[in-house]
């Protein structure tokens, strides 16, 4: 016979227990029974109830037990009652969730809302939960009063619908966003507000400032506006400056923002006297020189940060990785300011293991080849920033990064773990392509940077087009031997139709092969040294220029030439593709030695500068130039017409053809069309660009946008050598380099500033697989 033992626990608002005892004696449980379950699983129930068969239980134990098992959030309702020694529990579950609905947004996405829901547990086919739905109400209209939408409105409703199941749907009316009509600073005397509003990334309403969203509050943006107000002050002097009190207020329509700022500025102060105390480590003066601050200046807490950090890298230099360097003022009633730097070296540190990460091509020991901080030596932050930098200088690599971390359980020992993100470093290709200085190209190519992984330079390749037949092999090796000394070769066979290429009419054939060593003077500068040999053979074309006819007719067509060639380098960019900061010099010759049947040079100089005009580096100068100079020497008093310089086009005066400027060929008596380019032995061009960040794009590392004005011209002293200013060429344009998966991509749009007649101008100009 079943008696009610007790009665119903429900949850409404609270766990309730209304107990109506029959018996209140104890009785030992012989059996559970579970009734009125559809989805939980009676395993379930078991588990969260804490009374099991075999126990004696009494009135208040099961009372705790019935709300135990309520807390699990399965059941609406939940009654107990006893047949003899069995206790059966008569159970109601909640709703499980049929569908969710969401209208309205548009300024958050769906998805973004439905996740928030999923991580809340209000999903499809879960539990419904009121309560919880009520508090995402809140949480959402949150978000939108953080996006300045105060008047916005989200109304949720659950459908009761057959089986014990419910539909939700949440109703969202965005509003408008609040603009802010008045920013009011109080208390400033030092500073006008237009100074002090100048600073803030909001502003009040306007044309831009709408367009910008400038003019939506955000408590973020506000936060971030006054610490730049407090640093202003506190760079110029005000130490006991503060903020007292920020006010925002709604207008009753929430669609207008107000904000009260209240500021003491405080006085200024200058700087009396400024101190070193700890343990001083490095020589006393050797710190000094390192201090940005001296008695008599304002006082500028941006200063005395830096000089701490100029210190703290001072002595992380000498090991003290974890050198602690505190700058304290103190004030005076004078107004005046006494700045001490308490220095606390801590242990010296030293570094236990160089760990790589990221690296799935590139070999561990090609990266510690570079690697200038060794393990066990001291933990330098030099040794370890400037390994980080040969790593960037690579060209291997779109990023790298550097983490110096403690050893667990010791205090003096460091790992210095690199994580790295390889990037495209060549390309393999078999392709029918197009150029627009060669036409039509079949080809086969090559050409890896860091074969397999390896660091070596390898390229092989035969390409076929309207004016190259050619077919070479290269192999560099950066460390032929373990001091970076390096060693290479190449070997080439290439015939030329310069008349294809819209150059003076001719056809050149050249066979050779180079050896190359360089050779590190310090960790950035390198000396390079080689020789050579070259085979060339000169053809005749249709309407051959006058002076090719007239170098055969003097000097044969056939020449073999042995040469010695040099090079110093010395550079500072911070990476080896698209590098933001630094700059490079190199000076090179080119020589074909006594014993050749030519004997001449070739001279160049060339330069690269990068000045980043942001602390990111989105926003950089770029300024190159590059001069070229050959001659002949010995009983020869010309170079080869086939060596001379040709400028114009893609990476060198940009908007004009390739090859197309410089002097220009003399017709046949029997050629009547425009004089061909010619080029010359003297060679100057530069180039000015403002690196911009690519619109659209987030990866600034492999991909570049730049402003540019490009200028140069060829000229040739054998013919009267009168570089005049005015001959110089010059273009302004829009320039794209993209490191691509099969090469890197270059292409510009540019416009001649000062065409003359005859000049070929270029608008748009690309280039694919050419190192930028």
Same mark, same amino acid.
């Given at each position: ?391 960037? +200088? $690579?060209? =291997?690599?779109?990023?790298? @990064?550097?983490? #110096?971390?403690?050893?667990? /359980? *010791? ?102 092969? +180079? $050896?190359? =060593?360089?050779?590190?003077? @310090?960790?950035? #500068?390198?000396?390079?040294? /080689? *020789? ?118 893609? /990476? ?121």
């Amino acid at each position: 016979m079943r008696r009610t033992f007790f009665g119903t626990v429900t949850g409404l608002a609270f766990a309730v227990l209304n107990l109506q005892a029959v018996h209140a004696d104890e009785f030992v449980v012989s059996d559970i029974e579970v009734e009125g379950l559809q989805r939980v699983s009676a395993g379930t129930v078991f588990s969260a109830f804490p009374v099991g068969i075999g126990e004696a239980v009494d009135e208040a134990l099961l009372a705790d037990a019935i709300k135990t098992l309520f807390r699990s959030g399965l059941f609406t309702d939940i009654e107990a009652s006893r047949d003899e020694g069995v206790l059966i529990l008569t159970v109601k579950e909640r709703p499980s969730i049929s569908s969710i609905d969401i209208e309205g947004n548009k300024n958050i996405e769906t998805s973004m809302l439905r996740d928030a829901l999923s991580n809340a547990g209000m999903d499809e086919g879960q539990v419904f939960r009121r309560a919880t739905l009520e508090r995402l109400e809140l949480e959402i209209l949150r978000s939108y009063v953080s996006q300045g939408r105060y008047n916005a409105r989200v109304k949720a409703t659950a459908t009761e619908l057959p089986r014990n199941r419910v539909a939700i749907k949440l109703d969202i009316n965005e509003g408008d966003v609040a603009a802010i009509q008045h920013i009011n600073i109080v208390g400033n005397a030092a500073f006008s507000d237009d100074e002090l509003l100048g600073l803030f990334e909001l502003r009040t309403s306007g044309f831009w400032a709408s367009l910008t969203s400038k003019d939506k509050y955000a408590r973020e943006r506000l936060s971030g506006d006054l610490e730049k107000l407090r640093s202003y002050y506190l760079d110029r002097g005000y130490i006991d400056f503060t903020v007292e009190s920020s006010q925002v207020s709604i207008s009753p329509d929430k669609k207008d923002v107000f904000i009260a700022i209240a500021i003491n500025e405080g006085p200024q102060y200058t700087i009396s006297d400024v101190q070193l105390r700890g343990n001083l480590i490095v020589d006393e003066q050797e710190l000094r020189d390192l201090i940005r601050i001296e008695a008599g200046d304002t006082f500028s807490r941006a200063r005395m940060v830096s000089t701490s950090e100029l210190i703290s890298r001072r002595l992380g230099t000498e090991g003290y990785a974890f050198a602690n360097v505190n700058a304290i003022p103190e004030t005076r009633d004078d107004h005046t300011a006494t700045v001490t730097f308490y220095l606390e070296p801590g242990k010296r540190a030293y570094v236990r293991r160089v760990n790589f990460r990221g690296n799935v091509s590139t070999r561990d020991d090609v990266l510690r080849q570079e690697m200038t901080q060794m393990e066990g030596g001291v933990a330098s932050t030099d040794r370890i920033e400037f390994s980080k930098t040969r790593l960037e +200088r $690579l060209g =291997f690599f779109k990023s790298v @990064d550097v983490q #110096t971390q403690p050893v667990p /359980g *010791t205090d003096d020992l460091v790992d210095v773990n690199y994580t790295v993100e390889e990037q495209p470093t060549g390309s393999l290709s078999a392709s029918i392509g197009f150029s627009q200085t060669s036409g039509v190209i079949l080809g086969a190519n090559i050409s890896e940077n860091n074969f397999f992984g390896s660091g070596k330079r390898v390229s092989i390749g035969a390409n076929v087009s309207d004016s190259v037949k050619s077919a070479n092999f290269s192999y560099l090796n950066p460390y032929y031997t373990v001091d970076g000394v390096s060693r290479g070769f190449s070997v080439f066979a290439r015939e030329t139709d310069f008349e294809a290429q819209d150059i003076s009419s001719y056809l050149l054939d050249e066979y050779g092969g +180079r $050896l190359t =060593f360089g050779y590190p003077i @310090d960790n950035i #500068t390198r000396l390079n040294f /080689g *020789t050579g040999y070259t085979l060339s053979k000169v053809k005749t074309g249709q309407f051959t220029a006058q002076e090719v006819e007239d170098f055969i007719a003097d000097e044969g067509n056939s020449f073999n030439n042995y040469f010695l060639f040099g090079s110093w380098r010395r550079s500072t960019l911070n990476r080896g593709v698209l590098p933001t900061q630094g700059f490079s010099h190199s000076l090179s010759a080119d020589v074909a030695v006594p014993g050749s049947d030519l004997t001449y040079y070739k001279l160049s100089h060339r330069t690269d500068f990068y000045q980043p005009l942001n602390t990111n580096h989105s926003w950089v100068l770029r300024a190159r130039t590059e001069i070229g100079y050959g001659d002949g020497y010995g009983d020869r008093d010309v170079m080869p017409f086939y060596e001379h310089y040709f400028a114009g086009g893609y /990476g060198s005066v940009r908007g004009f053809e390739a090859n197309s400027l410089g002097p220009r060929a003399t017709n046949s008596e029997f050629d009547l069309s425009e004089p061909d380019p010619f080029g010359g032995n003297l060679l100057t061009e530069g180039s000015l660009e403002l690196i911009f960040p690519t619109p659209f794009a987030g990866d600034s590392r492999s991909m570049r946008t730049a402003f540019f004005l490009d200028a140069g011209q060829v000229f040739d002293s054998d013919r009267g050598f009168d570089p005049a200013v005015e001959e110089i060429r010059a273009s302004v344009g829009v320039g794209f380099q993209w490191i691509t998966a099969v090469g890197p991509l270059a292409f510009s749009l540019a416009k001649p500033l000062n065409k003359k007649s005859g000049d070929r101008a270029q608008v748009f100009q690309f280039s694919l697989g050419q190192s930028f």
